[in-house]
C-alpha cells in the first residue's frame, strides 16, 4: 500500500492520495473498525467531502471510514482518454480497496454511488460485506427532468442555484453561499470537462448504462437497505421499492419531507439508522 498525504490545504476536500490502479486517488478516511466505503453521487462539482461532510464523523466513531473520489470526480486523476464507464468505475474502486489492503468492506452508495455499490456486489460479491443505497441508481427507470438538469449542467451561478433548487426539499438549506461555493467547484480545471463527457444526451442511455441486470440483482445475497427521499426529484422512489422487491434480504427507509439529500436533510436519524445497520 502506498498513500501520500499532500501539501497542506484550507481546502478539506482534499485528503490522503493513493495510487488505485495507477490512477492518483483523492479519498478521506476517519475512524477504526470494520471498513466501510462511503461512494458519492454525480453531481457536477461534486466530491467525496460534499457528498459525506455530515456522515464521515458520525459513522467514523464505529467504523473504518474510507470516502474516495471515484476517477473523473473530485480531486482524483481524469487521465487523458479515460473512457467512463461502470466497468472503469467499478475497476477504480477495487484497486482502490485494494490498494488499501481491504479484503472486506462494507458499501454505503448515492444516487450514482449506489449504482456502483450495486454492479461492486454482483461482480465481487466475495469483497461486500452489507450495501446502503440511498436515492439509488442501479435500475433502469424514465429518466426524470432533474436528473437530466444534473448531467446536463452547463456551469453558470444560476444553473447550480436550480440544480440545489432540485435536490433538496429543504429550500432553507439552498442558500446563495452554498450555491457560489458549488458552482466555483463545478469551475475547476478539468472538472466540468470530466463531467460533460460522462453522459452525453440521449441521456436515458446514461440511466441504462448505471443499471444492473434485475436476474443478477436477485441473486444478491447482501444485507441490504435502501434510504430515499419521498420528495426525490432526481431519482424516482419508485426505485427503492423496486430494489426492495428485487433483493431478498433488504429492508427500505423513506424519509418524509426529504429530496435527494437524505444524508445531508435528515443527516443525523441518516447517521443513526445507517450506522445501526452496519453494526
Given at each position: 500500500?502506498?498513500?501520500?498525504?499532500?501539501?497542506?490545504?484550507?481546502?478539506?476536500?482534499?485528503?490522503?492520495?493513493?495510487?488505485?490502479?495507477?490512477?492518483?486517488?483523492?479519498?478521506?478516511?476517519?475512524?477504526?473498525?470494520a471498513?466501510?466505503?462511503?461512494?458519492?453521487?454525480?453531481?457536477?462539482?461534486?466530491?467525496?467531502?460534499?457528498?459525506?461532510?455530515?456522515?464521515?464523523?458520525?459513522?467514523?466513531?464505529?467504523?473504518a471510514?474510507?470516502?474516495?473520489?471515484?476517477?473523473?470526480?473530485?480531486?482524483?486523476?481524469?487521465?487523458?482518454?479515460?473512457?467512463?464507464?461502470?466497468?472503469?468505475?467499478?475497476a477504480?474502486?477495487l484497486?482502490f480497496?485494494?490498494?488499501?489492503?481491504?479484503?472486506?468492506?462494507?458499501?454505503?452508495?448515492?444516487?450514482?454511488?449506489g449504482g456502483?455499490?450495486l454492479?461492486?456486489?454482483?461482480?465481487?460479491?466475495?469483497?461486500?460485506?452489507?450495501?446502503v443505497?440511498?436515492?439509488?441508481?442501479?435500475?433502469?427507470?424514465?429518466?426524470?427532468?432533474?436528473?437530466?438538469?444534473?448531467?446536463?449542467?452547463?456551469?453558470s451561478l444560476?444553473?447550480?442555484?436550480?440544480?440545489?433548487?432540485i435536490?433538496?426539499?429543504?429550500?432553507?438549506?439552498?442558500?446563495?453561499?452554498?450555491?457560489?461555493?458549488?458552482?466555483?467547484?463545478?469551475?475547476?480545471?478539468?472538472?466540468?470537462?470530466?463531467?460533460?463527457?460522462?453522459?452525453?444526451?440521449?441521456?436515458?442511455?446514461?440511466v441504462?448504462d448505471?443499471?444492473t441486470?434485475?436476474?443478477?440483482i436477485?441473486?444478491?445475497?447482501?444485507?441490504?437497505?435502501?434510504?430515499?427521499?419521498?420528495?426525490?426529484?432526481?431519482?424516482?422512489?419508485?426505485?427503492?421499492?423496486?430494489?426492495?422487491?428485487?433483493?431478498?434480504?433488504?429492508?427500505?427507509?423513506?424519509?418524509?419531507?426529504?429530496?435527494?439529500w437524505?444524508?445531508i436533510?435528515?443527516?443525523?436519524?441518516f447517521?443513526?439508522?445507517?450506522?445501526?445497520?452496519?453494526?
Amino acid at each position: 500500500m502506498s498513500t501520500s498525504t499532500p501539501e497542506p490545504t484550507e481546502n478539506p476536500e482534499v485528503g490522503l492520495r493513493v495510487d488505485a490502479g495507477g490512477i492518483g486517488t483523492n479519498y478521506l478516511h476517519s475512524g477504526e473498525g470494520a471498513p466501510v466505503l462511503l461512494v458519492h453521487g454525480s453531481g457536477p462539482g461534486v466530491s467525496a467531502y460534499s457528498n459525506w461532510r455530515l456522515t464521515i464523523p458520525a459513522l467514523a466513531q464505529r467504523f473504518a471510514v474510507y470516502a474516495p473520489d471515484i476517477v473523473g470526480f473530485g480531486f482524483t486523476d481524469r487521465p487523458e482518454g479515460f473512457r467512463y464507464s461502470m466497468d472503469t468505475w467499478r475497476a477504480h474502486l477495487l484497486a482502490f480497496a485494494d490498494a488499501l489492503g481491504l479484503e472486506r468492506f462494507s458499501i454505503v452508495g448515492n444516487s450514482f454511488g449506489g449504482g456502483l455499490a450495486l454492479s461492486m456486489a454482483v461482480h465481487a460479491p466475495e469483497r461486500v460485506d452489507r450495501l446502503v443505497l440511498m436515492g439509488s441508481v442501479g435500475v433502469s427507470f424514465p429518466i426524470t427532468p432533474g436528473l437530466d438538469a444534473v448531467w446536463g449542467y452547463e456551469p453558470s451561478l444560476e444553473a447550480m442555484r436550480g440544480l440545489l433548487d432540485i435536490f433538496a426539499y429543504d429550500r432553507s438549506l439552498v442558500t446563495d453561499e452554498l450555491a457560489r461555493l458549488r458552482y466555483a467547484a463545478s469551475t475547476r480545471p478539468g472538472f466540468q470537462e470530466s463531467f460533460s463527457a460522462m453522459f452525453p444526451e440521449p441521456r436515458q442511455n446514461g440511466v441504462d448504462d448505471l443499471a444492473t441486470a434485475e436476474e443478477l440483482i436477485r441473486e444478491l445475497p447482501h444485507r441490504t437497505l435502501v434510504v430515499h427521499g419521498r420528495d426525490d426529484r432526481v431519482i424516482p422512489l419508485a426505485n427503492a421499492y423496486r430494489l426492495l422487491d428485487l433483493i431478498s434480504d433488504s429492508q427500505l427507509h423513506v424519509f418524509g419531507r426529504c429530496g435527494h439529500w437524505s444524508q445531508i436533510e435528515h443527516a443525523e436519524e441518516f447517521n443513526r439508522i445507517v450506522g445501526d445497520f452496519l453494526a
